[in-house]
Structures are given as C-alpha cells and as structure tokens.
C-alpha cells in the first residue's frame, strides 16, 4: 500500500487524521439519484413473479434471494419502480429493524424490487466506485456513526435525510481502485483460512460426537 508522508483532520471524530489531498463529504454528493428506498405499503404476494426482498435477503454483504418475501406482479413492480428501480452497483443500507446498518452491493442483472427498509444508494461514478463505497460503508467509522445517528422506537431506524448526511473520507478514483483491488485480495485470503479453520471446527465436532458416542454405547475399551 502507499504510503502518505502528510495527514490532515478529517473535523470528523470518528474518521481521525486523513491523507491531505483525500476528502471527507457526505453521502447527498456522491450519488446519481436521491438515496430512495422501497414501498412502505405490503405488496401482494404471488406465486410466480418478479423477487421482492427485505433485510432478511441482506446475507454476508450479498443478496440472498432465497431470503426473498416473495414475488410480486409485473404490474406492482413496474408501479414500485417509478420510486425505486435496483440495478448492478447500487448499494443497500438497512435503515430499520435489529439489522440497521447492514450493507450488501447489488451484483446480479436480475430485475428485482426492494421493501422500505433498505435505502437504495446508486454512486455517481465520476466521484466514487460503487465498490469503494460498499466498502466504506462498512468501516466502522460509518457503522459508528450510524450507530449515533439512529432513533429507536420498538427497534432502531435512521432516516433518509440522516442517511444522504452521512460522511465518509474520500481519496481520489485511481486510489479508490487501489484500495479495492488490494482489498479484494487480502479479504480473499482471509475467508479462504476462514473456510479452513471453520473445516477443521466442523471435523472436530464430528470427532468429539464419535467419542462421546463410542464411549456411552462400547465403553473404554477400545480394542
């Protein structure tokens, strides 16, 4: 990674000190579209239609439509998405429910809709990746600072204009890339020893499982 020889205050107490020539700006100037989010009306549910998804779809930063409500009529979804149309690139933030704060990037053509609890963030890309900023939205300076910024009623919710007023720190696009690239492989790396040492966890459950088995129906003698 490059190394910075000059840093300035980011005036953000949770960002701290940020490479000098980087910037920190708010959500509302880094989008194609207002930050939007889903229906607030139940859809009627069908058998056989166009996927219609809510924070339970939100799975390891992904959608997961087998978490989908249901499907909804080609006629529903084309009335919802005179308000909201997802497409590839744009990012998810749950903004209700015990899951606020949670993020997932939209990675399929799949035509689909979206439920009120997810706000709809499409990145204007001449100012940030859309990859950069699914990422930074899950920094823990921005989980902080939504953490700050939700109200509670039975469970905690952030706003849409709370939301576009979010900050985060901003380096130029080719640095954006860099840092996604490199991201992107050591993140990699790390969920692949993940998957190697949940492997042995599971090999070892199945072991302890076999003793303990062997032991109250054969006994200590092994032989």
């Known amino acids: 990674m490059q190394k910075y020889t000059t840093y300035k205050p980011s005036k953000n107490e949770w960002i701290g000190e940020i490479p000098s020539h980087w910037k920190v700006t708010s959500i509302k100037y880094l989008v194609d579209i207002k930050v939007t ?61 015990s899951t606020t704060g949670k993020i997932a990037i939209v990675d399929t053509d799949l035509e689909f809709n979206i439920w009120s609890p997810l706000a709809l963030i499409r990145c204007n890309q001449k100012k940030v990746l859309p990859k950069f900023s699914f990422i930074a939205l899950q920094s823990e300076y921005f989980q902080t600072s939504i953490q700050q910024s939700w109200s509670f009623g039975t469970q905690p919710n952030i706003g849409m204009g709370v939301i576009e007023n979010l900050k985060i720190s901003l380096p130029p696009l080719t640095e954006q890339q860099a840092i996604v ?28 499982i076999a003793l303990i088995n062997h032991a109250v129906t054969k006994g200590l003698n092994t032989e």
Request: proline content about 4%; charged content about 40%.
């Open 37 to 97: 989010d889903g229906p607030h009306e139940t859809p009627t549910f069908i058998d056989e239609g166009i996927p219609f998804i809510s924070v339970e779809s939100i799975k390891e930063s992904k959608i997961d439509f087998n978490f989908k409500r249901g499907f909804i009529s080609k006629e529903q979804h084309e009335e919802y998405s005179k308000k909201c149309l997802p497409k590839r690139d744009d990012v998810f933030l749950v903004k209700s429910g």
């Open 181 to 208: 690239t490199y991201l992107d492989k050591k993140t990699t790396l790390i969920d692949e020893l993940i998957a190697k040492k949940q492997s042995k966890i599971e090999l070892l459950k199945e072991q302890r």
